[in-house]
């Protein structure tokens, strides 16, 4: 992985009819949002979830390869008549579309000969030119695209995989982070959470967030920022301000 000294952003595009229809759970998201920022440096700043339409595919594809560093994709590129995200991103791209030469060699070669049917075949099928991203679990790669990284559906099969997108990447500035947990409602601190969030909101991310415990509501507070010092003097403020106010401040 290359290294970057300033932010690096990507998007997450969930792609299936399933998801929408609520039938399946979307578990992806928080994965690979957790595991870009984490293990990459990367903040994920926009999630959308489409349809198995190959038209709303290619036109968010355009968009958002537009807008961010890296673009995610999962789901849709099975080998059924409705995964239909490998030609779509090719089409989005004006890429040729067919039977990416390493990827068909290891799809036969998982199958053998006599097993390797039209529909393992069409995993073999993406942008020809596409960097493949291997997959322990499965075999059928998934792969990238400029900077469109397609990955399964299939959590399990997902996160066996996500590990060999880092050679594509280029890391973004380390993100560090802080929660402090107040027993105290969003009312009671919101006023000059917005003047220390105004201050900072260059350099730190300030977010609440409520909670019910032990039978009393509080209030989340994560702070999130590539600067270590920036971070620690908004919670110096933080902390401040819950002593004077006389909010109690739960041990992790």
């Known amino acids: 992985m290359k290294k970057k000294n300033k932010k690096v952003n990507a998007a997450i595009l969930i792609i299936g009819n399933e998801i929408l229809s609520g039938r399946t759970q979307d578990k992806n998201t928080i994965f690979i949002s957790q595991w870009l920022n984490s293990s990459c440096g990367i903040i994920v700043e926009e ?136 027993y105290t409602v969003e009312s009671n601190i919101s006023k000059k959470l917005n003047i220390i969030q105004n201050k900072y909101k260059k350099e730190v991310n300030i977010g609440s967030y409520p909670f019910f415990r032990l039978g009393k509501i509080g209030v989340s507070i994560v702070t999130r920022s590539t600067s270590k010092i920036k971070l620690q003097e908004v919670n110096k403020h933080l902390k401040k301000l819950a002593k004077i106010k006389k909010i109690k401040i739960l041990k992790a």
């Open 47 to 182: 999630v959308r979830i489409i349809p198995d339409v190959e038209k709303i595919i290619i036109e968010n594809i355009k968009k958002l390869s537009q807008k961010f560093n890296y673009v995610f994709t999962t789901g849709g590129i099975g080998p059924t008549h409705d995964d239909i995200t490998a030609k779509s991103i090719a089409k989005a791209f004006h890429i040729e579309y067919g039977f990416h030469k390493e990827a068909y060699k290891i799809l036969e070669s998982y199958y053998g000969k006599k097993n390797f049917n039209d529909g393992r075949k069409k995993m073999a099928k993406m942008p020809i030119l596409a960097k493949l991203i291997y997959n322990p679990s499965s075999a059928a790669p998934g792969f990238m695209t400029k900077n469109v990284i397609s990955l399964p559906g299939v959590p399990s099969i997902l996160n066996s995989m996500i590990e060999n997108c880092k050679k594509y990447l280029i890391r973004g500035l380390k993100i560090h982070s802080e929660t402090l947990n107040l």
